[in-house]
């Protein structure tokens, strides 16, 4: 039987029409396939398969993870983003429960009509950012993205570890964010505006994190955030933690904050008194808290343990009258 079609003469013809072996149906009609072919290959047991209307893969095995991007951008069009928890994996965050069936979330302008299909969602918008584009994929901007998974999300632990990994990985601020929600539906927004409300700067981020993982230990932190003076009445620090009964002190501000060089002077010579009154300090880098929770404790029961057999330094919590 005589062959047909430009496809057929020439099979890669349709990798080069494709993009990660996904290709538009009209695309394969404009290659001479009709459309009986086209579906009869995408049945069960075909060389082919079909992920959305109109939208087809190339080959009949599970589609990787670019493909079911690259197949929701050729079904919604040249102008859709990538939003949502996958545009946020993208751009590097680790999201909890982010290792199941993957959903693609896109935002398309308010006037293109369209609805959502399978794996992909379809959000409507009168303010479309501009794309960045990551290995030829258009993403919305990370604050969009990490707001867009947030307030679809209804448990805020789940909403607190997104906002936290948004802040300490991706470098996006809390007031960055508050005024993304701002921008946007106010629908699904209540939880991560009451956190982010709560957290006036990115170190009481970390320092939330730290608070609730310390509630886990048998002798927790007497304080939180006060200040320290030596006999003298002169100001020795404000630990982020801190154990009054035995003169411990947590830090939770590592170079993973620092994003200028006085930051990390100030540690520095903060760290220097601290040695000099004989205070023990225990630092923690802000990822550890959710890496090594188990570790953390360990370490901060341990020194502890160990302030307790040394004199206690002679510092307090007000100055010298």
Wanted: proline content about 8%; aromatic content about 6%.
């Amino acid at each position: 039987m005589k062959q047909r079609g430009r496809w057929a003469a020439h099979p890669e013809t349709l990798t080069q029409h494709s993009t990660h072996q996904v290709i538009r149906a009209m695309t394969l009609e404009s290659l001479d396939m009709s459309s009986r072919v086209i579906y009869r290959r995408c049945l069960p047991g075909g060389p082919w398969r079909r992920l959305l209307p109109g939208v087809i893969l190339l080959h009949n095995n599970d589609p990787t993870p670019d493909q079911l991007v690259h197949a929701a951008l050729l079904y919604a069009g040249e102008s859709a983003i990538v939003t949502g928890e996958e545009a946020c994996l993208r751009y590097g965050l680790r999201l909890p429960d982010a290792e199941g069936p993957r959903h693609i979330h896109l935002l398309v302008p308010h006037r293109q009509k369209l609805n959502s299909s399978e794996f992909v969602t379809i959000e409507r918008t009168r303010h479309l950012p501009a794309p960045w584009l990551r290995a030829g994929v258009p993403l919305a901007p990370l604050v969009r993205a990490t707001t867009d998974v947030v307030r679809r999300t209804r448990d805020s632990e789940t909403v607190s570890r997104i906002l936290i990994e948004a802040i300490q990985r991706g470098r996006c601020s809390p007031q960055a964010l508050a005024e993304e929600l701002d921008r946007g539906t106010k629908r699904g927004t209540a939880i991560p505006r009451r956190l982010l409300a709560e957290w006036s700067d990115i170190r009481s981020v970390a320092e939330a994190e730290a608070q609730k993982l310390a509630k886990s230990l048998p002798n927790p932190p007497t304080h939180q955030n006060a200040a320290l003076y030596d006999r003298s009445g002169h100001y020795a620090g404000r630990p982020d933690f801190w154990w009054d009964d035995v003169g411990l002190a947590w830090e939770i501000d590592s170079m993973e904050f620092h994003f200028r060089s006085n930051d990390y002077a100030r540690t520095l010579h903060r760290n220097t008194r601290y040695a000099a009154l004989g205070i023990a300090v225990v630092q923690t880098l802000p990822s550890r808290l959710r890496t090594e929770p188990n570790a953390v404790l360990n370490e901060l029961g341990d020194a502890y343990r160990a302030a307790e057999v040394r004199p206690r330094p002679p510092v307090s919590l007000r100055p010298a009258g």
